[in-house]
């Protein structure tokens, strides 16, 4: 099931298995693949990798529910400083991942970079976390955003029955999986239609509300410093919702291998997309309060709708949809990036070797995306997904610190190492600390939760030593284990 080194091997079969250890032929070495080796084609470019970020940072966040920011600044003023400066962070850290990306050229991002800088045991831990728990949670909840708000509309007189959301919300998984095990090119074609519908989107709410401030309304942007006093404690969380509504930037890392040119690709793609979005998320958020106070943000269920209902009449029915499509687009990108980190894994040792293997006509990693289909659908019927995000949203944002810190350390490791693009060292240790801040801030509010995905984490260092570091191993440990 999990083997100490990854051997080169060509399958009879419909799949064949990818680089080992990531030290053969790669499309980045100049060398030729051997004949009869298959390889993940370059087939993302410039404008699919801005559709990759963009695309799976805006979900349905933005649209639904941005009071949790207002809560913990306590003034209209403050909340639209906080929107700013998480966009400014979170493209120091976007900036960061660019270096790693243009001069570790290999697929699998946080991963990737955690061997490379601070070796195995680390980025075993990683990825355990990731494919038990965080990817099939993250990608169930906003599925379950996907299912609900595609059917809104057809229920809008009464509630929208839970079954049949997750019954809707397994077709929509499904397909996405089916999406990306069938077409690279149809995948990265289907997100940049998406990303332009949420693009559509934000410009459906900025366009009426620029409206609303040439007409003069400008009544809650009067004293918009003034409200309620935010608690030392409140800013910081609310820094922490900034930065989870910005997440994503991290995804074209993950494809590293496919795309085109990426000394040049991955830093144009990583700034256009994050200038884009914080730009749009500001002036989102400020449309907000052209027509809604901020008593009645907090008290909205989904202030996109709310917002629609107010200004559109009957056009406000095509809100949900939008939300729908642009959750889709978030579940396509993540799906497409996060399966790669487990072919990187699988190539490397780490995970099961099938996990490596690639269709040989279609050119897709078909195992790597369809692991996460079981896990999905079991924590979608039955598990508390959200308490589950709440354990390990920490984690999250303790390996993307120990990312960037990867960062300076690789510096002074390997100096010599070739840097076509790289930032100044403020910004890593600026972002690496803001990161290990929120993680000290989560264990001090609230232990409970944090403590338990601390313990969930903890769980991939047996493993790590169970299943990649024993090798003498019983007989009926192995066969357990299929081998």
Request: proline residues 5%.
């Amino acid at each position: 099931m999990f083997r100490k080194a990854a051997v080169p091997t060509v399958s009879n079969g419909r799949y064949l298995q990818g680089q080992a250890n990531g030290k053969l032929s790669s499309m980045d070495s100049g060398q030729p693949a051997r004949e009869g080796k298959v390889v993940l084609k370059k087939k993302v470019t410039l404008l699919r990798g801005i559709s990759i970020i963009i695309g799976t940072i805006i979900g349905a966040g933005i649209f639904i529910s941005p009071k949790g920011i207002l809560k913990n600044t306590g003034s209209v003023g403050m909340s639209l400083t906080v929107w700013t400066v998480c966009g400014i962070l979170s493209l120091f850290g976007a900036l960061c991942y660019a270096e790693l990306g243009t001069c570790i050229k290999k697929s699998g991002g946080h991963y990737t970079y955690i061997l490379e800088a601070f070796g195995p045991l680390p980025a075993f831990v990683r990825v355990w976390v990731e494919l038990l728990i965080i990817r099939p949670a993250a990608t169930a909840v906003i599925s379950l955003a996907f299912g609900r708000y595609i059917l809104e509309p057809f229920f809008m007189q009464c509630e929208i029955p839970e079954l049949a959301i997750k019954l809707i919300t397994a077709v929509g998984i499904t397909l996405v999986m089916v999406l990306n095990s069938t077409s690279v090119s149809w995948s990265a074609r289907i997100q940049m239609f998406l990303t332009f519908c949420k693009l559509v989107a934000i410009l459906i709410i900025i366009v009426p509300g620029v409206i609303q401030l040439i007409k003069g309304e400008t009544q809650h942007f009067k004293n918009a410093f003034a409200g309620n006093d935010a608690s030392i404690m409140g800013l910081p969380l609310a820094f922490y919702s900034g930065m989870y509504a910005y997440s994503g930037w991290f995804y074209l890392n993950f494809v590293t291998e496919e795309v085109e040119n990426p000394e040049k690709n991955i830093p144009l793609a990583i700034c256009i997309s994050m200038i884009i979005v914080t730009v749009g998320y500001v002036l989102t958020n400020v449309a907000y309060f052209t027509t809604i106070s901020a008593g009645e943000l907090l008290l909205s269920k989904a202030v996109a709708v709310t917002f629609a209902e107010r200004l559109m009449g009957n056009f406000s029915l095509a809100v949900p949809v939008f939300v729908a499509l642009s959750c889709f687009g978030s579940m396509n990108g993540g799906i497409f990036a996060v399966s790669r980190m487990f072919f990187v894994a699988s190539r490397e040792g780490h995970l099961p070797e099938i996990l490596s293997m690639i269709h040989v006509r279609k050119h897709t990693p078909l195992p790597a995306v369809i692991v996460l289909h079981p896990l999905t659908m079991i924590m979608l019927f039955n598990g508390d997904l959200y308490s589950l995000l709440n354990f390990l949203s920490f984690a999250r944002w303790l390996f993307i610190g120990l990312v960037v810190a990867g960062l300076i350390y690789l510096r002074y490791k390997r100096p010599d190492m070739p840097r076509p693009f790289k930032v100044p060292l403020f910004i890593p240790a600026l972002f690496s600390f803001t990161c290990l801040f929120m993680v000290a801030l989560s264990l001090y509010s609230d232990p409970v939760n944090t403590g338990i995905g601390f313990a969930i984490t903890l769980t991939g260092i047996p493993a790590y030593y169970l299943f990649i570091v024993w090798d003498n191993k019983p007989k009926w440990f192995r066969k357990l284990l299929g081998k």
